[in-house]
C-alpha cells in the first residue's frame, strides 16, 4: 500500500486511524487502514459564551451523485466560510456521517440517486442521528418525491439553486452567521 505523508503538524492534526474497505468500480475489494486528519477550527473559542454559532464551527456533508454540481455547492459554501465534506453517493455519505471525526450538523442531499437514493439515505441518517438537519437539494419537484422524503427533510431546494438563497437557507436552518473579522 503507497504511504502518504501527513499534512503539516501546524495545521492539522491526526484524530483517528480507521480500516476501511471499499468496493471499486470492478467490484473488487480494496482494505486498509485510513489516517484521518482534521484541521483545527479557525477562530473557535471553547471558553465563548455569548451562544453564537459560526459557519466555520461546524461541518456541512454534501451528498450528491453529480459530480461538478457536487463540486459547485462546495466551492460557494467554504467561500462563504463553512467546512464541508462531499459524497458522490448515499453510501459514502452515510459512511462519512458514521466515521468522520467532524461535527457534521447539516446534511444537504440529492433525491435521485443511483442504488441508495436520496429517501433511503434520509431513513438511514435519521438513525444514525435524529437530530441532524437535513436540507433536500434536488431537481426533482417535491410533490413528486416519495412522501417519506418530503416529509423527512428540514427544508427543501429546488436546483439549479441561487448561490445567495443556498447561504441564507443553510444560515437560517442551522441558526449561524459569519465568523467576524479579525480585529
Request: proline share 6%; with cysteine; glycine share 4%.
Amino acid at each position: 500500500m503507497d504511504s502518504v505523508a501527513p499534512p503539516p503538524q501546524k495545521t492539522w492534526h491526526r484524530v483517528c486511524n480507521v480500516s476501511v474497505a471499499m468496493t471499486q468500480a470492478s467490484d473488487s475489494f480494496v482494505e486498509g487502514m485510513v489516517d484521518i486528519y482534521q484541521r483545527p477550527l479557525a477562530g473557535r473559542d471553547e471558553n465563548r459564551s455569548d451562544g453564537v454559532l459560526y459557519r466555520n464551527e461546524f461541518t456541512i456533508l454534501v451528498v450528491d451523485d453529480d459530480a461538478s454540481f457536487l463540486h459547485l455547492v462546495c466551492s460557494v459554501l467554504r467561500k462563504h466560510g463553512f467546512t464541508v465534506l462531499n459524497a458522490s453517493s448515499g453510501v459514502k455519505g452515510l459512511n462519512m456521517l458514521t466515521y468522520s471525526p467532524a461535527d457534521i450538523r447539516l446534511v444537504l442531499l440529492d433525491y435521485t440517486m443511483p442504488k441508495l437514493n436520496g429517501d433511503q439515505t434520509l431513513q438511514h441518517l435519521r438513525k444514525l442521528n435524529p437530530s441532524i438537519k437535513v436540507m433536500a437539494v434536488t431537481s426533482s419537484d417535491p410533490k413528486l418525491v416519495a412522501t417519506s422524503f418530503r416529509d423527512g427533510v428540514d427544508r427543501f431546494l429546488k436546483k439549479p439553486l441561487d448561490a445567495r438563497e443556498l447561504i441564507a437557507a443553510v444560515d437560517s436552518l442551522v441558526g449561524c452567521r459569519p465568523q467576524p473579522a479579525a480585529s
